[in-house]
T-cell receptor
Framework: GENVEQHPSTLSVQEGDSAVIKCTYS??????FPWYKQELGKRPQLIID?????GEKKDQRIAVTLNKTAKHFSLHITETQPEDSAVYFC????????????FGKGTSLLVTP | DVKVTQSSRYLVKRTGEKVFLECVQD?????MFWYRQDPGLGLRLIYF???????EKGDIPEGYSVSREKKERFSLILESASTNQTSMYLC?????????????FGSGTRLTVV
């Protein structure tokens, strides 16, 4: 089955800096890559996603890039703010698995003022 | 907004008990999923379902079963609870399997088995 690796497991940045989280996947059939943000004590929330026919997608301060050849995708957060502090999960899925998501182990991001 | 509701926020059960975790969604979604979340291990898929009375095993189905008698309800069953099943359990739903639009998660049930 699909294996999703996520790095780093923890990330600390200063407010205003950029943060980058990287994921790799193993199944070349994977074609949908969402990112979820989970604040302490809350449910994971979808923040951005990308499909395999697109190389990059932006939404304000958040962007995701996808390299299908290398089988990796990344989350980029610019101008970080303390409220960006959370655990971020990447995931991958494909139609063969019925679009069940396989998640990475998460990155705990801390943005210090 | 889609609502995914898990019946209990916190549960404490004894070893050997049969435990039912309930999940209900209100947007006529076809797909429903159960994950467990443990520190450092991320979210691991236990079971999922595409339709009523249909189920598929995920990555860690051992010790669990599921029931989907109605489209809006997906139950996770711990046949004989053990301490290694102490975890946060998250239910999720998505629209259908023909095109993926992402999950909506429930608030989670934190289960402690003593």
């Amino acid at each position: 089955g699909e294996n999703v690796e996520q790095h780093p497991s923890t990330l600390s940045v200063q407010e205003g800096d950029s943060a980058v989280i990287k994921c790799t996947y193993s199944d070349s059939a994977s074609n949908y890559f969402p990112w979820y943000k989970q604040e302490l004590g809350k449910r994971p929330q979808l923040i951005i996603d990308i499909r395999s026919n697109v190389g990059e997608k932006k939404d304000q301060r958040i962007a995701v890039t996808l390299n299908k050849t290398a089988k990796h995708f990344s989350l980029h957060i610019t101008e970080t703010q303390p409220e960006d502090s959370a655990v971020y999960f990447c995931a991958a899925s494909n139609s063969n698995s019925g679009y069940a998501l396989n998640f990475g182990k998460g990155t705990s991001l801390l943005v210090t003022p | 907004d889609v609502k995914v509701t898990q019946s209990s926020r916190y549960l404490v059960k004894r070893t050997g008990e049969k435990v039912f975790l309930e999940c209900v969604q209100d947007m006529d979604h076809e797909n429903m999923f159960w994950y467990r979340q443990d520190p450092g291990l991320g979210l691991r898929l236990i079971y999922f379902s595409y339709d009523v009375k249909m189920k598929e095993k995920g990555d860690i189905p051992e010790g669990y079963s599921v029931s989907r008698e109605k489209k809006e309800r997906f139950s996770l069953i711990l046949e004989s609870a053990s301490t290694n099943q102490t975890s946060m359990y998250l239910c999720a739903s998505s629209a259908n399997r023909r095109r993926f639009y992402g999950y909506t998660f429930g608030s989670g049930t934190r289960l402690t088995v003593v």
